[in-house]
């Protein structure tokens, strides 16, 4: 008896070491920031009466419901409700738009929507409004995997963004692969390089004290690195926003995230 | 006046329980310039009061140098259930004040 109990002790030991391999090989090297900040960040993010970025949604909400326009139509009349509607939306974008004829992203879908559906004035870039509609709508994908479409249609502007992500720019001539991809995970002065994943935007950075979207955070890299940032709603935002979505394929959303 | 997230658990009788509340307010410092050479007028959260049934369990002063939405979490001891009301006044003399049922098995 003895012997057979120590057999297959010995067998399932071996198993679980090989899962450990196993789980080990195929583990993703890639991290959200949400993974380096600190305990009491990461609480703050779980806890959706303790995360400010869950007032941007809750005005989110508001708006989606408010009749706005000459056409007197809110976002629901054609959506209706968007836990079911919109849920998935946000790990899609950016996509391509017919009626733009060029890749839009969220906030950029939204005030398309605004001006065709709505006949309602588009919203301004990185006002609190609009930050609101994208915190509700990409809070109904939040623990989805971001999922870029293979649409070939937007080939080329991911191209251009990955190529704008390799590029060095500004007087410290830099590119966002020096920090993110050369030395993510080491320190500059204090602060912790993350790999540049825009997996919870728009998100709620204690920086700010407030909620901004991926193009203000691209903003401030490119102001650090000393170049010219790029007017809000530039093509190359867009174009950067789908090399990094699709670097980030199958990541969750967190969407709104907290972040230092 | 603004808006306000309350997590306000329920209690067995006896036990310590955390309330945590979160408001929105801007929690300007007066310190910020406006580019003109002057700045932004302070408009900060003073006081925060917490009552159980009318007799108040907490109390907080505010000052400049908390950040915006300012989140307070404290314990209470759950002896007795009731009405929880939470009001928050700030610089301008805007008060808000919510109200919770506190439940005590």
């Known amino acids: 008896m003895m012997p057979s109990v120590a057999f297959t002790s010995m067998l399932s030991c071996a198993v679980a070491v090989s899962t450990v391999i196993a789980a080990a090989q195929t583990r993703d090297p890639r991290r959200s920031g949400f993974e380096d900040m600190s305990r009491e960040s990461q609480a703050m993010q779980r806890d959706d009466t303790a995360n400010p970025g869950m007032f941007a949604v809750l005005e989110g909400e508001e708006l989606w419901r408010a009749k706005v326009g000459s056409r007197k139509t809110s976002c629901a009349d054609c959506h209706q409700n968007a836990e079911v ?108 390089i993350p790999q540049g994943h825009p997996t919870g935007y728009p998100l709620y950075r204690l920086e700010w004290q407030g909620i901004g979207s991926l193009q203000r955070r691209l903003r401030g890299c490119l102001i650090g690195v000393r170049a010219e940032p790029y007017a809000y709603g530039a093509e190359e935002y867009i174009a950067l926003e789908l090399f990094l979505m699709s670097r980030a394929r199958g990541m969750a959303v967190e969407t709104p995230a907290i972040r230092p | 006046m603004a808006r306000v997230l309350i997590n306000l658990p329920k209690a067995k009788r006896g036990e310590i329980v955390e309330i945590r509340t979160l408001i929105q307010h801007p929690m300007e410092t007066g310190y910020r310039p406006k580019g003109d050479g002057t700045s932004f007028p302070r408009d900060i959260i003073r006081n925060f009061v917490c009552k159980l049934n009318g007799i108040e369990v907490f109390r907080a002063d ?15 001891k759950a002896e007795e259930g009731g009405t929880m009301t939470f009001s928050w006044i700030d610089d301008r003399g805007r008060s808000q004040t919510e109200t919770a049922d506190f439940i005590v098995e």
């Open chain 1, 85 to 192: 509607s919109m849920r998935g939306a946000a790990a899609r974008y950016p996509s391509f738009s017919t009626a733009w004829n060029g890749p839009v992203d969220l906030q950029g879908q939204i005030n398309l929507c605004r001006e065709t559906r709505q006949n309602a004035p588009p919203f301004p870039l990185e006002g609190p409004e609009l930050l609101a509609l994208s915190a509700y709508v990409g809070k109904q994908s939040r623990g989805m995997s971001i999922a870029p479409p293979d649409d070939a249609r937007l080939e080329p502007f991911r191209r251009q963004g990955e190529a704008l992500y390799n590029m060095r720019q500004g007087q410290l001539n830099f590119s966002c692969a020096n920090c993110h991809e050369d030395h993510a995970g080491q320190r500059l002065a204090g602060s912790l």
């Open chain 2, 62 to 76: 505010l000052f400049p140098a908390i950040a915006a939405n300012p989140f307070i979490a404290f314990t209470i």
